[in-house]
């Protein structure tokens, strides 16, 4: 079973609808979840971090934490087209040395 | 601008040839990933580092791979022989840390052994 886990997509989603993109993780320990960004080409950007239980919102984003059953998700209001990206998910273990693992991102195509 | 510098941006060799790749992080940054990634395996963390310490480089094949902070602004990752399977995108992150997962990516370094 892989460390963090994502729907590869590719999600396709018109424009101005919700998007959803869902993230599971193994290590019940972990406690530190965070959303990157990442336009084709281009190197992975933070958008998103989350440390407790329930939603944290920021903008057009939404991030929602649920430890009981280990998962996470990421809502985008009002979807763009330049959403567009793949979006990675990623955990700090509570083990060992702390290290951030990604998920293998979910490709978001968000149609005009 | 703080950034986070990778050379080179790109690197055609062959089999066989020994491959660095060089990294800055950003002023201040105490944190270093060195991750790979490709369309089959996504984002594999390779070597992690912090206050210049190797703290984990479990995900790196030890026999032709090798990381190193040679002082705090400059990382560097080398394979030696390369091969073809170690194609792909090699990126370099900086955090400062008290938070690990919020990281600086570079552009990354496009690998490719023929």
């Known amino acids: 079973q892989k460390e963090v886990e994502q729907n590869s997509g590719p999600l396709s989603v018109p424009e101005g609808a919700i998007a959803s993109l869902n993230c599971t993780y193994s290590?019940?320990?972990?406690?530190?979840f965070f959303w990157y960004r990442q336009y084709s080409g281009k190197s992975p950007e933070l958008i998103m971090s989350?440390?407790?239980?329930g939603d944290k919102e920021d903008g057009r984003f939404t991030a929602q934490l649920n430890k009981a059953s280990q998962y996470v998700s990421l809502l985008i209001r009002d979807s763009q087209p330049s959403d567009s990206a793949t979006y990675l998910c990623?955990?700090?273990?509570?083990?060992?040395?702390?290290?951030?693992?990604f998920g293998q991102g979910t490709r978001l195509t968000i149609n005009p | 601008d703080a950034r986070v510098t990778q050379t080179p941006r790109h690197k055609v060799t062959e089999m066989g040839q020994e491959v660095t790749m060089r990294c800055q992080p950003i002023?201040?940054?105490?944190?270093v990933f060195w991750y790979r990634q490709t369309m089959m395996q996504g984002l594999e963390l390779l070597a992690y580092?912090?206050?210049?310490?190797?703290?984990?480089d479990s995900g790196m094949p030890k026999d032709r791979f090798s990381a190193e902070m040679p002082d705090a602004t400059l990382a560097t990752l080398k394979i030696q022989p390369s091969e073809p399977r170690d194609s792909a995108v090699y990126f370099c992150?900086?955090?400062?840390?008290?938070?690990?997962?919020?990281?600086?990516f570079g552009e990354g370094s496009r690998l490719t052994v023929l």
């Open positions: 290590d019940r320990g972990s406690q530190s």
């Open positions: 990623a955990v700090i273990s509570d083990q060992g040395a702390q290290k951030l693992v």
């Open positions: 002023l201040g940054h105490n944190t």
């Open positions: 992150a900086s955090g400062s840390g008290t938070n690990t997962g919020e990281l600086f």
């Open positions: 580092f912090r206050n210049r310490a190797p703290l984990d």
């Open positions: 989350i440390y407790s239980n």
